[in-house]
């Protein structure tokens, strides 16, 4: 639906159940196959330019059992099998975002290779609906592959987010009155027993015993349902609550979220009017088990049922299960939401109708992309087509090939063995060690950062540290003067911002917003703040530098003439992120040792085969 109502044609389709297929022929088109796309061949799918998808993602999912043995998590080699056949353009892969940690991410590697392999352009990252306009928080993991040497995509998709957060209300709070549309009923009815949990529900709240904000109800709280319970019993299950969790990274007493209590533990906490007695009248009640002997726990465990989602914010992702009100209720209403609410939610328009049993529906809507969010991929495509990636991007060579990185990685791996640069793990050293390295030689940055550390040992004595000592301590590297000013300011602007001289609680962050920070500190740049995010925290990133530029220049993947946004879009996008680290250290060992900027040593580099630029050393006069 999301490409159709971007302007492509959609002339073959395919799922395994049949009620999906009865809705999709009865909305979209009667060209729907029901069958195993495992019992396909590639015959009977016609020729297209692009090829969209959504593998099974039960057995990825984070929210999921996760089991490795889960006969769905194959089904990815199908796609590879029909793309390898067919050939189209483009590639659109839609799955959990779950797949980026599934097995240490082993099957996103497995899928990204199997596209580079055949010759695509890859791709990929988490979007969240919630960023386009749409009234839930849900992210999904999406491939974007080609063949026509064409990189950006995912920069593309920025320039379509939403300007405003769509709420709760915004979609279906006029549903409340109107009883007439299609898929609009409350099929389930409401247990009378759960009707004593959900009373006491708020909205944005759930029934939850791990979790202690005002956003949790606990089961000691509904007397009318979970029993009764006094004011010290309370305060013992309370207590219980709050200390469970202290103990969970000890991990020779895994218990997998937390671990159990003794019972001197918990008399310690509660301190007088605790009792063995107590504990065992909790126990008969139902709020409390013996894990082990001597090792107690609360018995609900979970962390969130009867959740009552807020009008006034976006809702939850929803799933197969939002029809069950042990899983959802309405914000006002003492039920669960309807098939079309959730079609609302999920921005589906109301003359969308889904067919089959209800609880078929639910999976139906649940299992589906927002059409809003496909359309802004399906448009991104649709804009390459038309100007050929327009301002966003720059194309890659088209003598490139993904297996052509492979090959080079894996030479400047066994020849400079990710040798140890001397960055640093600290943060703020790092920065301060790439302040020094600025526009001087390697020998001088590094005898003047141990030089520094010397008189500085710590950033708070750096901090204040006079600026006329700090100047001579610098000199030799050059540039004394300026950057002793850019060191003391960038110390003094973390201080402020932290309340410490220390980067670490950077950590805290997510990677964009650790990029956005970092921007802000005196002379940083990407360069800068890429190398602090892949030496320091770990991050998937690739800092270009002048020799890993010229060695990517040489290559024939970065074109002459484009701005530093649009070389991160092309290396981020070839180059996969768990190699970028090796790449990027490798890269400026072969630049210092063999691609020297004015005589490369050409006859001597063990990539050259992969290099148009292997006329240089003759052109240049040296033999």
């Not at 969308?352 to 992309?369: C, D, M």
């Amino acid at each position: 639906m999301g490409f159709s109502l971007a302007g492509f044609k959609i002339i073959w389709a395919n799922d395994i159940n049949s009620d999906a297929c009865d809705t999709y022929s009865f909305n979209l088109g009667k060209y729907i196959q029901c069958n195993d796309v495992q019992n396909l061949g590639v015959n009977e799918i016609p020729e297209s330019d692009i090829i969209i998808c959504g593998p099974p993602c039960q057995g990825f999912s984070n929210i999921g059992k996760r089991d490795p043995a889960d006969a769905r998590n194959t089904l990815y080699l199908e796609v590879l099998k029909m793309v390898a056949a067919k050939r189209p353009s483009f590639v659109v892969i839609e799955n959990v975002k779950g797949l980026k940690s599934f097995k240490n991410g082993l099957i996103l590697d497995k899928i990204v290779k199997g596209l580079e392999e055949i010759g695509y352009m890859v791709e990929w990252g988490v979007l969240n609906a919630r960023d386009f306009g749409i009234a839930q928080t849900r992210e999904r993991l999406f491939i974007i592959a080609n063949n026509r040497h064409m990189t950006g995509f995912m920069a593309g998709i920025e320039k379509y987010k939403s300007k405003r957060d769509v709420f709760l209300k915004d979609v279906i709070k006029d549903l409340e009155i109107t009883s007439t549309l299609p898929n609009h009923w409350d099929t389930n009815g409401v247990n009378p027993d759960y009707k004593k949990i959900i009373s006491k529900i708020g909205q944005g709240q759930k029934l939850c015993n791990t979790r202690l904000g005002i956003r949790s109800v606990h089961t000691w709280q509904i007397d009318d349902y979970f029993g009764k319970t006094s004011d010290f019993e309370k305060k013992v299950l309370f207590a219980m609550a709050q200390n469970r969790r202290l103990k969970r990274f000890k991990k020779e007493e895994s218990w997998n979220d937390a671990n159990p209590l003794d019972i001197n533990e918990i008399h310690a906490i509660v301190g007088n009017g605790f009792s063995e007695t107590i504990l065992k009248d909790l126990i008969e009640k139902g709020f409390v088990v013996e894990k082990a002997p001597g090792l107690y726990d609360l018995k609900h465990t979970f962390n969130g049922k009867f959740r009552r989602l807020d009008y006034n914010r976006t809702s939850e992702a929803v799933l197969t299960n939002f029809g069950n009100i042990r899983n959802y209720i309405h914000p006002i209403s003492d039920r669960a939401f309807t098939v079309r609410e959730c079609a609302r939610i999920q921005g589906f328009p109301d003359n969308f109708i889904f067919l089959g049993k209800p609880e078929s529906q639910y999976r139906q809507v649940g299992n589906a992309v927002p059409p809003r969010l496909a359309q802004v991929v399906a448009r991104v495509i649709m804009d390459f087509l038309s100007d050929g990636g327009g301002a966003a991007t720059a194309s890659v060579p088209k003598n490139f090939s993904p297996k052509t990185i492979v090959e080079i990685n894996k030479i400047l791996k066994q020849k400079y063995r990710t040798q140890q640069l001397g960055n640093k793990k600290d943060p703020l050293d790092e920065l301060v060690y790439l302040y020094i390295s600025q526009r001087t030689f390697e020998k001088s940055y590094q005898s003047t950062f141990k030089e520094l550390k010397n008189h500085y040992p710590s950033h708070e004595k750096l901090k204040n540290a006079d600026i006329g000592d700090l100047e001579k301590i610098l000199r030799p590297s050059g540039l004394g003067n300026q950057k002793a000013v850019t060191i003391l300011d960038a110390l003094a602007r973390v201080n402020r911002d932290f309340g410490e001289v220390s980067l670490k609680k950077l950590i805290e962050l997510d990677n964009q917003s650790k990029l956005d920070y970092l921007l802000t500190l005196p002379r940083v740049g990407l360069k800068t703040a890429y190398c602090i995010l892949m030496y320091c925290f770990g991050e998937k990133v690739l800092p270009i530098d002048a020799n890993v530029r010229r060695l990517c220049r040489r290559l024939g993947w970065l074109p002459h003439g484009i701005d530093q946004k649009k070389e991160y879009s092309i290396l981020h996008t070839i180059i996969n992120p768990k190699d970028r680290y090796a790449f990027h250290v490798n890269a400026i060992c072969h630049a210092r040792d063999t691609c020297l900027p004015l005589y490369p040593k050409c006859g001597s580099c063990p990539i050259s085969e992969f290099c148009p630029k292997i006329g240089l050393e003759k052109q240049r006069g040296k033999k």
